[in-house]
């Protein structure tokens, strides 16, 4: 049975080929990491094109959290399969990583040939205000939708206060997750309407970590070791710092510390996923073969998880225990975005100018309904008059 938060279009041509303008344009101007991504694709399919509630919208959001993988490609791939089933799924995917994979591939090109990255950093000047507006205009409205009582608005000032202690992101999402589903729950169990059974506990074999010995490299094992990486990462792009850095410099030693900083910093400042950092490390080991084999490898899993956790998410929602799960999952993400946003604005609104960059993009995306590319885009050439005036 359909979910009713869904708009399907009579025609599914018609749906591919909207899934594909969208995402497609995502790819090439979704700056600011994933936090500023989802806030793009809240303004394009809830608010301008309709296609979700706000509920539903935010549903994906949470479904997201509890797999591995970049969220904001989950979140594509997930609004694509519910406007244009399974081709859709694939469709929203593949237009919103290629574009960025194009970009990082091109730099990665320079990097080789030159020794060095080109100077980018002038876009992100005035690109970074336009997001923060970006992102508080979505958290504001999608804020309404998930503090729905006193526990979520508890929930939410809990998780922000973890996170400034420094407390684990996932941590603290699925602990407020959790958290959420028993406290709503708590008069079913007192009632013994549900039996606990006791979960077997899991040892550790061992540190399996192989000595730092340099491993000569292959296509296969750079394939094995991105796909391993998109299978079980969670987290922020400085939790890939970590594991690539493990796999990469410490255990095979293909990489240099430089190399990875560098990697890590394209993906941050390139539009679209930050994962296209494997397309750039995979070009600098081994040239085109090497990109596109760390790049598929890498975004696999996601397009399996989602094709297999999708078809769960309006059971959950049916569900007492898993609704409120999903309520708990809801308020922690948008309070870690929260947080993150409120870092980026700190590093990013240092002057007048930027200050003046994110009211007036705030304005013009909540007065006037002003398309986010547009934004971004003005937000560049505020970027480059400054670099030209410097």
Known sequence: MPDPDVNLSASHH?????????????????????????????????????????QAFLDLVGATNLIPGPNSTEMAIHIGYLRAGWRGLILAGVCFIFPAMLIVLALAMLYVAYGSLPQVQWLMVGVKPVVIAIIAQALWVLGSKA????????????????????????????????????????????????????????????????????????????????????????????????????DLVAHFGWLTEKQLLDAIAIGQVTPGPVFTTATFIGYVLGGAAGAVAATVAIFSP??????????????????????????????????????????????????????????ASLVLLVRYKINTTWLIAGGALVGLVGWMLA
């Not at 992101?169 to 407020?176: D, P």
């Not at 929260?338 to 870092?343: E, H, R, Y």
């Open 302 to 359: 996601s397009f399996i998880f989602v094709a297999i956790s999708n078809p769960f998410i309006p059971r959950m929602r049916n569900s007492a225990w898993f609704s409120s799960l999903l309520d708990g999952l809801n308020v922690a993400s948008l309070a870690l975005m929260a947080a993150v946003t409120w870092q980026l604005g700190v590093a990013s609104v240092v002057d007048v100018v930027t200050a003046a960059t994110a009211i």
């Open 147 to 246: 503090l729905k009582g006193k526990l979520t608005i508890v929930t939410g000032l809990a998780v922000l206060a973890g996170y400034a202690m420094g407390l684990n992101e996932i941590a603290l999402l699925f602990g407020a997750g959790l958290l959420t589903m028993l406290v709503v729950n708590a008069h079913r169990i007192r009632s013994g309407m549900m039996s606990v059974a006791a979960l077997p506990i899991m040892t550790s074999a061992g540190d399996t970590t192989s000595p730092l010995t340099p491993v000569a490299y292959s296509l296969w094992q750079l394939s094995l070791t991105f796909f391993k990486i998109g299978a079980i990462l969670y987290g922020s792009g400085y939790v890939l710092l970590a594991f690539l850095h493990a």
């Open 14 to 54: 018609s749906s591919l080929s909207e899934v594909a303008r969208l995402f497609l344009r995502l790819g090439f101007t979704a700056f600011g990491g994933p936090a500023a991504h989802i806030a793009m694709m809240h303004e394009e399919v809830v608010q301008r094109r309709q296609w979700l509630s706000d």
